[in-house]
T-cell receptor, first 112, second 115 residues
Framework: NAGVMQNPRHLVRRRGQEARLRCSPM?????VYWYRQLPEEGLKFMVY????????ESGMPKERFSAEFPKEGPSILRIQQVVRGDSAAYFC??????????FGPGTRLLVL | AQTVTQSQPEMSVQEAETVTLSCTYD???????LFWYKQPPSRQMILVIR??????QNATENRFSVNFQKAAKSFSLKISDSQLGDAAMYFC????????????FGQGTRLTINP
């Protein structure tokens, strides 16, 4: 049973470019969560999605960030016009409803 | 809003000894889970142990056990017979079943194992 898959594992972008992060949940999991980890800090919640629905985006910055979980395919976290402060590790987690969340390996985003 | 506090930024222990990591939390929810996750240098988040708030019995997973004090809102992790592979950042987390279904993490404790 494959775990949560994230790609790419490392992503380098220049300021002003777009970053697109992908997450494939574990088989049978219908809930996806995105978290961000700044250097030397804990993980902070960004957004919670189910298929074709955003359930809670209270942790998402108001501008430049968006997320989707389409009916087919992986969940996507999109960051437009990246800035240096976006450099962080972005983790995806998945779970069945109201159950333990399992994490992917993360995507390390570096903005030059 | 839920908050989770880990008051020990760093801890160290001799190999084969026992160490306890502290965690306190604040919540108005009655139905929730508490977790400890481990983050080794690879940065992968690994589930260590889970405690359901409605259970009075403390959770145990091999060398890992918790001391869950619901009234005091305390949730400490005990690691027995520490091994070199236990060296990592440890994060305590709260998950509300009734409200926002998201994990709220503490700041983490860096555990060093001395050979």
């Amino acid at each position: 049973n494959a775990g949560v898959m994230q790609n790419p594992r490392h992503l380098v972008r220049r300021r002003g470019q777009e970053a697109r992060l992908r997450c494939s949940p574990m088989k049978g999991h219908s809930h996806v969560y995105w978290y961000r980890q700044l250097p030397e800090e804990g993980l902070k919640f960004m957004v919670y999605l189910q298929k074709e629905n955003i359930i809670d985006e209270s942790g998402m910055p108001k501008e430049r960030f968006s997320a989707e979980f389409p009916k087919e395919g992986p969940s996507i976290l999109r960051i437009q016009q990246v800035v240096r402060g976006d450099s962080a590790a972005y983790f995806c987690a998945s779970s069945p409803p109201r159950k333990t969340q399992y994490f992917g390996p993360g995507t390390r985003l570096l903005v030059l | 809003a839920q908050t989770v506090t880990q008051s020990q930024p760093e801890m160290s222990v001799q190999e084969a000894e026992t160490v306890t990591l502290s965690c306190t939390y604040d919540t108005s929810e009655s139905d929730y889970y508490l977790f400890w996750y481990k983050q080794p240098p690879s940065r992968q988040m690994i589930l260590v142990i889970r405690q359901e708030a409605y259970k009075q019995q403390n959770a145990t997973e091999n060398r890992f056990s918790v001391n869950f004090q619901k009234a005091a809102k305390s949730f400490s992790l005990k690691i027995s017979d520490s091994q070199l592979g236990d060296a990592a950042m440890y994060f305590c987390a709260h998950y509300s079943l009734g409200g926002a279904q998201k994990l709220v993490f503490g700041q983490g404790t860096r555990l060093t194992i001395n050979p």
